[in-house]
């Protein structure tokens, strides 16, 4: 018989081109399938909730993946040793058995990512969240932010030749908070387009340093033309936070 596990885990994305398997590229999907073939014994093949990009880092993921184990749930010695077997900047926080025909990509009902700028220089910071030192107009960026509840379509911060099968995304969160020398963009959907994220918050910014006005960032989203909207933010500020599943892939 064979288990289905949900796997949640976190990962810095520095070294990484991202999380999934590439041909000649360091990924956290390569890394975890070793890990977890070596210690079950078994060929191992993880899928995850979605795909980040180079240098996007993930303070929550999920992976799914089966097994002919069935004591993987509640074992902390696994856990234990797998995190051992793994690089120091991907940690597994626990393994959930779920039904077998649960999806870590397709049942995914919404995420949540944040987007970090930090104001000042700051060494801590660096290669984790955007170091910017302009002056930034957070209530116009506030005010912009706003208009992502009036679109559906967000081909304009949309990567260009992404094979997307609809554009149409409901934003369900999006909004600034200020924090010491950080500036945090959080936003929510029930999915996201390649590269989305990044592409907002760069026209955002556009928006605080007056470059564009907010009524122009409504124009862009309307337009549904990415070569319209501005560079996309770098990604070492992009965190993928949260992953919401519906509680009945739990049922077993």
């Keep these: 018989m064979v288990y289905r596990y949900f796997i949640e885990l976190s990962y810095r994305g520095t070294n990484y081109?991202?999380?999934?398997?590439?041909?000649?590229?360091?990924?956290?999907?390569?890394?975890?399938?070793?890990?977890?073939?070596?210690?079950?014994?078994e060929s191992i093949e993880t899928l995850g909730a979605g795909r980040t990009d180079t240098g996007v880092h993930a303070k929550y993921f999920v992976a799914h993946f089966d097994s002919a184990r069935n004591?993987?749930?509640?074992?902390?010695?696994?856990?234990?040793h797998l995190n051992q077997i793994l690089p120091l900047d991907i940690s597994i926080k626990s393994i959930i058995t779920v039904k077998p025909e649960a999806h870590a990509r397709f049942d995914a009902i919404s995420r949540t990512y944040q987007y970090f700028?930090?104001?000042?220089?700051?060494?801590?910071?660096?290669?984790?969240?955007?170091?910017?030192?302009?002056n930034l107009d957070v209530d116009l960026m506030q005010k912009a932010s706003k208009r992502l509840?009036?679109?559906?379509?967000?081909t304009s911060f949309s990567k260009?030749?992404?094979?997307?099968k609809t554009s149409i995304c409901k934003i369900l969160a999006a909004h600034w908070e200020e924090k010491d020398n950080l500036l945090i963009f959080t936003i929510s959907a029930d999915r996201f387009l390649r590269n989305m994220v990044r592409a907002t918050v760069g026209s955002l910014v556009d928006v605080g340093r007056n470059k564009i006005s907010v009524e122009r960032f409504s124009e862009i989203i309307a337009a549904m033309d990415r070569s319209l909207a501005g560079s996309s933010a770098p990604a070492e500020g992009l965190y993928l936070t949260e992953i919401k599943y519906p509680d009945t892939i739990y049922q077993i």
């Design 17 to 41: 081109h991202g999380w999934q398997i590439q041909e000649n590229a360091h990924s956290v999907q390569a890394e975890l399938n070793r890990a977890l073939s070596t210690l079950l014994k």
């Design 71 to 80: 004591d993987l749930v509640g074992n902390t010695s696994f856990l234990y």
């Design 117 to 134: 700028i930090c104001r000042d220089k700051d060494p801590f910071w660096r290669e984790l969240a955007w170091l910017y030192y302009g």
């Design 149 to 154: 509840f009036d679109y559906s379509d967000f």
């Design 160 to 164: 260009v030749g992404s094979d997307n």
